[in-house]
């Protein structure tokens, strides 16, 4: 029992650190994104 448990656990904890990463790499993208964005907004003459 505990060997099938490790070895699902093994098997899932992958795909929960690949999910995990993703979802915090997309964010830090669209946040940056948005930060240069506005940056480069209020530091543009236009303003």
Excluded: D, Q, R
């Excluded at 070895?7 to 669209?30: A, H, Q």
């Amino acid at each position: 029992m505990k060997i099938k448990f490790i070895y699902v656990l093994t098997m899932i904890f992958p795909l929960i650190l690949k999910l995990l990463f993703e979802k915090i790499f997309i964010s830090v993208l669209t946040h940056g994104y948005a930060l240069t964005l506005t940056f480069l907004f209020y530091s543009s003459p236009v303003c």
